[in-house]
DNA sequence: GCCAATAAAGGTTAATTAAGGTTAATGCTG
DNA sequence: CAGCATTAACCTTAATTAACCTTTATTGGC
């Protein structure tokens, strides 16, 4: 699938340009000329990475950095600015952003930046763990694909092995209910399906017997799961 | 413990300034200017993070890149140089770069590239604290999502959680009614609608328990979380 | 300056819609 | 046909909208 990119940019001219370029690269974009739309598109388009003007209109590049942020942490900002002075690639980098670019830049720049962030972005994610873990009073042994309880041992199959890791690779944040039915199926179709809800179910009731893992549902957003150290 | 940092850089006069800012700024900073004894450092030291110099006698800094990246991957290498055509800047990030700052450069870019640089790698690593706090007789447990009262204890769905977070992080300062609608819906559109009023109300019967917690309209302001402390 | 009349902002409650949960039945694929 | 994966049908609850009510500003005539 290819890369989004949500470019966040008022001056047509410019915007037209690098969108351009942007798109020949084989970038899938997505042009925001006002500040106001930007969270919404956030969260209809799921942009993979964000570039995004400091002068705008109404709203200025770093409360809308910020408020990107807040909302989706794991999002790299890129800034393009025409701004050159130090205090503002701070101001740029305190509100949150990944990188800094100065106007005027090459657009060769600006990919080899853009797949640089992506590219720090994809290493820290972590592959999912082959070693054993350990899950409240659980023990989750991945090569065997077996969950052990103090009473009994569970098998498990891949589907619900890979499901459960991915939840439990977020260290108690929260794993997108969109991320976790790309990951596991890959695939848009799947969305009105309820084939996770049930993988959900069976992780719960395999966990039922711990009151120290819960499974949270956060509706419109993903799932948490939770394991309360005493 | 500090940040140590592994800087390479044969000029010896640009290579003390340097060193002695970053000093000042309180990183742990390892000086070397001969190419040969990077990866014997490297060993020795165990940076968090190395800044490079491109031009170097003997070795190159593209290539001293590699070899460092492929010793430690996880590694982040910021190029410092002179060289300030794009086509450097592609060779430095296709090298394995992280980040690329030109000369002439202010110090103050340098201290803030790396610390992102070490954000951006501890970002995903840890798992995030436990961000509870009181607010008045009651506990907000912000990764539980739960909000504990003496005698009881209340799921928090996601969009509550969000704007109780919004309406508390202000510290009984006036929290603008549009912000709010910007931040949570991001929309103009939401404007008109009665949607954040009704969350209003579900907070306000939530506190109402405390005499000491009060959420106060300020008509075409916004709103005051106001915690009266003894 | 006082005080209705009116508008604007926000509050309340219930109804609606959309996201997700639950079970059981059905489809696959080795 | 055995065992996982998926779909279907129906249920539950969070999020939003709608309709109507209350309170606070604003304004224009006296």
Redesign the interface.
Known sequence: MKTKVLYIEDEPFLGRIVSETLQQQGFDLRLVADG?????T??SFHPDICVLDIMLPNVDGYTLCR?IR??N??LPVIFLTARSE?SD??KG?EAGG??YIKKPF?M??LI??I??QLL??S????PLPDKDQQLGRYRLSVSRYELISPTTTHKLSAREMEILLLLTSG???VIERRDLLLQVWGDDSFFNSRTLDVYVRKLRSLFAEDPDI?L?T????GY?F?V?ST
């Open positions: 106001a739309m930007v969270m919404k956030l969260r408020e807040a909302q942490p794991g130090t690639l701070v980098f990944t990188d090459s060769e720049e080899v930046r797949n640089n720090l972005l290493s820290l994610k972590k260290n108690n944040r819960e949270v956060l509706k419109g957003k948490l939770l309360k």
